[in-house]
């Protein structure tokens, strides 16, 4: 069973920058990891993910401001995220395939089979 942990949420406001963090317990060749985000009253969305090989995947509304990154030797995913605006505020988890990742990065949410609580980010106007 792999444990996944966020932290690095907090409120800032709108332009400003935050970094999530995601320590793993396992991460393996060819992973998928990503991050997802939860609005109020809205669906789970995909917002990043890469692959073992350093591919990488962004939802529209997010490219050219977040980048998703590891660290592999502290299986440690990040998500840095500037130029924030207060749409962007939700809960935001972290997430592993369940098996190794042969196809293209993915955001949708059936390729991740574990789950992080989630850490909470708010942006003020």
């Known amino acids: 069973q792999v444990r996944l942990v966020e932290s690095g949420g907090g409120s800032v406001q709108a332009g400003g920058s935050l970094r999530l963090s995601c320590t793993t317990s396992?991460?393996?060749?060819?992973?998928?990891m990503g991050w997802f985000r939860q609005a109020l009253d809205k669906e789970r969305e995909g917002v990043a993910a890469?692959?073992?090989?350093?591919?990488?995947k962004y939802a529209d509304s997010v490219k050219g401001r977040f980048t998703v990154s590891v660290d592999s030797p502290d299986n440690t995913l990040y998500l840095e995220m500037n130029i924030l605006k207060p749409e962007d505020t939700a809960m935001y988890y972290c997430?592993?395939?369940?098996?190794?990742?042969?196809?293209?990065?993915?955001?949708?949410?059936?390729?991740?089979?574990?789950w992080g609580q989630g850490t909470q980010v708010t942006v003020s106007s």
């Open positions: 890469i692959r073992g090989d350093g591919r990488t």
């Open positions: 997430a592993e395939a369940l098996r190794r990742w042969f196809s293209p990065p993915s955001l949708a949410r059936d390729a991740f089979g574990y």
């Open positions: 396992g991460v393996y060749s060819r992973y998928l």
